[in-house]
């Protein structure tokens, strides 16, 4: 298997119940897996263990043999070699698209070369800031960025909610186009049914912290 999750819980300082129960999840390279569910149900909690942005109360993961975190191990965010996206693009605002995508180039060694399939899309735009550009072109840059030091795993959380209808449908299909050239093993947070159809290859369902319902044919 070339990611699995087992065991994996957690609760915030305040909270009085565990945000995150029992998560488990085995994934395949190049697998789109899709975690739905309703606002709170601990989406995004899910995603900020897996990036190492929270510390977990239990649980183990590891990815194409490297442990990232157990019982004895916490390996620190920027050397788990996992990439982000979020619902508000997220660039720096004061770098051009250009500088934007280089910057998450730094960690990549010099022989290593970044992925081809991210560059015609941002061309044109390359020279322009943040701010000259539409939602849906941000968040193309952010996925490009996030797509182009090749993580093992590409964490998405609620990517298109800023986004309206039409340009959600277009860069749905841009983003699962990407996916499949890449063969990027992904983890998609939303609360949206349709994104989990029409992008993922197995579906996990959250409610209160708790997986209630796995595998693609409950949401069709
Ligand atoms: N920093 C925090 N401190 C305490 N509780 C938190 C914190 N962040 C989130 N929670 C709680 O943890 C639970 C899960 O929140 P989380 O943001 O993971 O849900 P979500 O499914 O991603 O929701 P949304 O779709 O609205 O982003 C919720 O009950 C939330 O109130």
């Known amino acids: 298997m070339f990611a699995e999750i087992r065991g994996l819980s957690f609760r915030y300082k305040n909270s009085s119940v565990d945000n995150v129960k029992d998560f488990n999840l085995e994934m395949n390279q190049g697998e789109v897996t899709c975690i739905l569910g309703e606002s709170g149900s601990g989406k995004s909690t899910v995603l900020r263990l897996l990036a190492g942005l929270e510390f977990p109360l239990n649980g183990q993961m590891q990815i194409n043999g490297k442990i990232l975190f157990n019982e ?3 390996v620190l965010p920027e050397k788990r070699g996992i990439g982000m996206v979020f619902q508000d693009y997220a660039l720096f605002p004061h770098m051009t698209v250009e500088e934007n995508i280089r910057f998450g180039l730094t ?3 010099k022989q290593e070369k970044p992925n081809e399939s991210v560059k015609c899309w ?3 735009n390359a020279k322009r800031y943040p701010y000259e550009l539409s939602g849906g072109q941000q968040q193309r840059v952010a996925i490009a960025r ?3 030091p090749k993580p093992s795993i590409l964490l998405l959380d609620e990517p298109f909610s800023n986004l309206d209808a039409h340009l959600r449908q277009s860069i749905r299909e841009e983003l699962n186009g990407i996916l499949k050239d890449t063969g990027m093993t992904s983890i998609f947070v939303t609360h949206d049914r349709e994104d989990a159809k029409s992008i993922a290859d197995q579906v996990v369902i959250l409610d209160k912290g708790e997986t209630i319902g796995k595998g ?5």
């Open 146 to 148: 996030a797509v182009a």
């Open 216 to 220: 693609k044919a409950i949401i069709i």
């Open 122 to 124: 941002n061309l044109y």
């Open 72 to 74: 004895d191990k916490f």
């Open 107 to 109: 960690n990549l060694s």
